[in-house]
């Protein structure tokens, strides 16, 4: 069964950083694009980033670009997001995703880890 | 980027209705659009990709239906489980982009 599992999610200052974490397992992970959503409470989805098999193709929505960093650990069968700069709008839940389907198709979700940015 | 309008914003409905949500790109995106469902306090699951394609599991009262940019879903005999936020979403060219999401509610 695939299942992803995400993890450092907390409470930081606007100015502030941490380093979210998606643990794969049910799939062979170096096979797929993987990918970062997130949803303000309340509000929408919104894509963040995503990255490809190899690392070779990363990109990020505007407005993240510049203060995160997406990043991934096939021997590990892992995928982190470092978040710098964090900016109270940068609250949301953060989801990790795998496209299996088709690049850009999100079509498996973790369960998502809730990031709060207050002073 | 291409914008996704998705209609309506919330909906309310009996058990047995069916119901229809669209969504419009702002461009053609050659039907790369999938339906999600999110339910209170968990996470997104695909319903259609592909603009007309039911994954697997799910049931066969949801479907998909595409012209040139415009994208429908429907849920026929709407059942007690099905009361959720329904969001489209392209994965035609980045940035990927959703609907603002349709929230079905019990009439």
């Known amino acids: 069964e695939v299942q992803l599992a995400e993890s450092g999610g907390g409470l930081a200052k606007p100015g502030g950083s941490l380093r979210l974490s998606c643990e794969a397992s049910g799939f062979t992970f170096s096979d797929y694009t993987m990918n970062w959503v997130r949803q303000a409470p309340g509000k929408g989805l919104e894509w963040v980033s995503s990255i490809s098999r190899t690392s070779s193709y990363i990109f990020y929505a505007d407005s993240v670009r510049g203060r995160f960093t997406i990043s991934r650990d096939n021997a590990k069968n892992a995928m982190f997001v470092q978040m710098n700069s964090l900016r109270g709008e940068d609250t949301a839940v953060y989801y990790c995703a795998v496209s299996q389907r088709s690049i850009g198709s999100f079509d498996i979700w973790g369960p998502g880890t809730v990031v709060s940015v207050s002073s | 980027d291409i914008q996704m309008t998705q209609s309506p914003s919330s909906l309310s409905a009996s058990i047995g209705d069916r119901v229809t949500i669209t969504c419009q790109a702002s461009q053609d995106i050659n039907n790369y659009l999938n339906w999600y469902q999110q339910k209170p306090g968990k996470a997104p699951k695909v319903l259609i990709y592909d603009a007309s394609n039911l994954e697997t599991g799910v049931p066969s009262r949801f479907s998909g239906t595409s012209s040139a940019t415009d994208f429908t879903f429907t849920i026929s005999n709407l059942q007690p489980e099905d009361f959720a936020t329904y969001y489209c979403?392209?994965?035609?060219?980045?940035?990927?982009?959703f609907g603002q999401g349709t929230k079905l509610e019990m009439k």
């Open positions: 979403q392209q994965y035609d060219s980045l940035p990927y982009t």
